[in-house]
């Protein structure tokens, strides 16, 4: 039995992957012959992804030491190498960004496109030729997405990857954030940033929060025994603001870094920009990624 799923979507232009738990939606715009080149290069890249990341599992699930041998684990590695000295962090944390950086690198690398991009999961690497732009939807709360802004990416802003994280999604978060948004030079920096903004946007030991052990609810999960959050109950607004002021700092040390360009932080209806977000107008009329 095949494990590695491919199909078109009903559009008819975007392509989607699927192998385990990594899930791809994918568009490419350019000369019809070569978006069919750059599909079946990525088609054929993403076949070993899986298998590769498996392989060295026990290396990446740990805090970030040597280097792996992987093409996607040493970007996991580059990206969240620099960020071990703010705070906890292994190469996992960058996973789904430096897939989606590794696929599209495979499709630009086959044939010459106008656009493209790889969404994995809300993780999104993008290629823009010169002359370009993607306009991008933001949401406040992955689990009920509903537009609260946009963000206009052209080729000549050098942002190339988007990452969301947050205790809604579906990774483990040690924060409270219902949402963190970063845009970065890479896919797998976004990734990376987003997911410690998020885990920084925090109400240590409080009440209305409820946290386990990463372990109890996935035994080989990198975080180990360190508490992920489950649930936020009623934070009070001075909470709210306390916890988003946390992660704000520590996204505002990132940008002064150069390691992200932008961030947006949710938490219980109220957010915080800071970086180079431009707060566009709502509108369904936004071309979606996925």
Partial sequence: MTRMQARMLPDGRRLHLNDGPIDLIIGAEGDAEEVGRAYAAVHARFATALDEL????????????????????????????????????????AVAGSVAEEMLAAMVAAAPLARAFVNN???????????????????DRPDRPSLFSTARISADDHVRGIATSGWRGRS?????????????????????AATLIANAVNLPAHPA????????????SDLGQRPVTRAVGNLHGNEIGTALDAG???ANVLLDEGRITAAALHL???????????????????????
């Fill in 121 to 139: 999961g809300g993780d999104i690497a993008l290629h823009l030729a010169p002359g370009q732009h993607y306009d991008i939807g933001l949401v």
């Fill in 54 to 93: 498996c392989a060295e599992l026990p290396l990446l699930r740990m805090p970030v030491g040597g280097e792996p041998q992987g093409a996607v684990a040493r970007c996991m590695w580059r990206a969240t190498g620099p960020l071990a000295r703010h705070a906890f962090i292994t190469p996992m944390a």
């Fill in 268 to 290: 219980a209806g109220e957010t915080r920009t800071l970086g180079r977000f431009d707060a566009g107008r709502q509108s369904q009329e936004i071309p979606r990624l996925r």
């Fill in 209 to 220: 929060v409820t946290r386990v052990p990463a372990v109890d609810l996935q035994p080989d």
């Fill in 172 to 192: 483990f978060s040690l924060g409270i954030a219902d949402a963190v948004t970063v845009l970065a030079e890479r896919a797998s920096l976004a990734d990376a």
């Fill in 248 to 250: 704000v700092a520590f």
